[in-house]
């Protein structure tokens, strides 16, 4: 599976011509935006606010490169959001905006993402984290980093 990477001068707009899939602007209840493949078309809403406008139709565009079917699909929605915010997210900003604030709501205006793309992303990078970092306890024993092997581990904790 295609992973996508971060670039500065990603715009949605133009992926989707690319991809020659039609984007029209509607009023929509309930959406921000909604992917129509039968008719390979993007429509947005006319009243969605500026600053969601791009992270939005990249979602959608994640949807139309995977050529997902219509709906809102879990798998297919977790998908979108994680590969969205990958090319909207420059690692180094995340890292510098999350160590600085715990206004959430205030890191996604900064970096241009929505709610749903900054949980797909942080989800991501606290599963890379616990995988990086496991434990086991044999005993009265806790390993960290366990190998397959005596000695093989990272330290060694002795618990009560």
Known sequence: MFVP???????PLEHLDQMKIHHVRHT????????????RMVISDRNLRSELLRPTLAHECDHAVNDDCAGHHPRNESRANLHSAFRLIYPPL???MTALHSDYDQICLEIGIT???FRAYYDHHR???AARERRERLGDTVYENPKMGAGQWTRKFEVA
């Open 5 to 11: 990477e971060y670039d500065p001068a990603y715009d």
């Open 28 to 39: 929509l209840n309930g959406h921000n935006a909604i992917w129509v493949p039968e008719r």
């Open 94 to 96: 995340w890292d510098s």
């Open 115 to 117: 709610r749903r793309q």
């Open 127 to 129: 599963r890379l984290a």
